[in-house]
């Protein structure tokens, strides 16, 4: 990708990235780092530059909106709030001589070691806890809408993808997003519907959402809230 930047009339300038593909119209999309624009190899700069121009006034307005719902990164220090199953809960660190446990106690999530002081050791931990408390209740969730369908899964395995949310294939095998354990649990139960309805439709068809709908009847309202919370679950690398 190459680093661009459009002058807009009234002085103000928007910088981009540009991705030349083999393609034949011009894409935007707004990420984690900004504008993106997919454009033809052939394009001419002019002709490009136009195109931005004229939607200048949607890219500001959507980089406005990333902008307001930015997220503070995660700073994995004693006090830090988090979320677990849509409950906030505080990190609280506490040095010992030997104990490395990470527990939750009330509304606390403890972590004691002797390098409790360390982000990356302190980050470490706190996520491999989340994962552990992630698998079990997924599988959990996974098996009762398998018998409630009379299907079979292969396997259920966590996934620690930054776009997605859980995934299924045609082997029948259950991948959901690690960090969806903070969510609150019919946030959850959403997501896992979503995915096993792919068992009787791989695809996003009227038949799919007629499979989601009998399996999660609230999904709009759901797909809405966990729009929303996105940005907050993905503090977390």
């Excluded at 680093?3 to 011009?26: F, K, M, V």
């Amino acid at each position: 990708m190459i680093e661009q930047r459009l002058q807009l009339p009234n002085g103000q300038s928007i910088q981009y990235l540009l991705d030349l593909r083999a393609r034949r119209t011009i894409g935007l999309k707004i990420t984690a780092n900004g504008l993106v624009v997919h454009a033809p190899k052939r394009i001419s700069a002019t002709q490009l530059q136009q195109v931005l121009l004229e939607k200048s006034g949607w890219i500001q307005q959507k980089l406005a909106l990333r902008e307001a719902n930015q997220v503070a990164p995660m700073q994995w220090l004693d006090g830090e709030p988090l979320l677990f199953m849509g409950q906030d809960i505080v990190l609280t660190l506490q040095q010992h001589a030997t104990n490395k446990a990470v527990t939750l106690q009330g509304n606390q999530l403890l972590v004691r070691s002797p390098q409790s002081d360390q982000p990356a050791f302190v980050a470490r931990k706190v996520l491999q806890w989340y994962a552990q408390q992630a698998l079990p209740d997924f599988k959990r969730r996974v098996e009762l809408i398998a018998a409630q369908m009379g299907e079979k899964i292969t396997s259920v395995a966590l996934s620690n993808a930054r776009s997605r949310w859980g995934s299924c294939n045609s082997r029948k095998q259950i991948r959901l997003n690690w960090r969806l354990i903070q969510a609150p649990p019919h946030i959850i139960q959403y997501v896992v519907c979503h995915e096993m309805a792919h068992l009787r439709e791989m695809n996003h068809s009227a038949r799919f959402y007629a499979v989601q709908e009998s399996l999660f009847p609230h999904h709009l309202q759901a797909e809405k809230e966990l729009k929303a919370l996105s940005a907050i679950l993905h503090r977390m690398a």
